[in-house]
């Protein structure tokens, strides 16, 4: 059994770095054809796809947030990290990583992954 586990702070000051781990247990990161993924869910909207590193180490992310994003990975700690940077209130959201396979590449449909983690709240406040 895939389980994964977010950790990181819940509160961020404005124009600081968001940074989050999820940690993998019950596989590992590198196994062929899976996709790990970052995704989050702001007060009363939708999912938003944010980005994800292949089991290769190849990274993919959001058109509108690339410029802020950063996603890499500790093979030897089996975990993901995602770093978004520049933060404003409107990143204030549950954060979600999670595995998918490359249909799940830019995909907010969660019948594209098959294992969540349960979600952290990341509030951006001063």
């Known amino acids: 059994q895939v389980q994964l586990q977010e950790s990181g702070p819940g509160l961020v000051k404005p124009s600081q770095t968001l940074s989050l781990t999820c940690i993998v247990s019950g596989g590992s990161i590198t196994t062929s054809a899976y996709y790990w993924t970052w995704m989050r869910q702001p007060p009363g909207k939708g999912l938003e796809w944010m980005g994800a590193i292949g089991f290769a180490g190849s990274t993919y992310y959001s058109p509108s947030l690339k410029s802020r994003t950063s996603i890499s990975r500790d093979t030897s700690k089996n975990q993901f990290t995602l770093q978004l940077s520049s933060v404003t209130p409107e990143d204030t959201a549950v954060y979600y990583c999670?595995?998918?396979?490359?249909?799940?590449?830019?995909?907010?449909?969660?019948?594209?992954?098959?294992?969540w983690g349960q979600g952290t709240q990341v509030t951006v406040s001063s």
């Open positions: 999670a595995r998918g396979t490359s249909r799940s590449l830019y995909n907010m449909d969660r019948d594209a992954y098959d294992y």
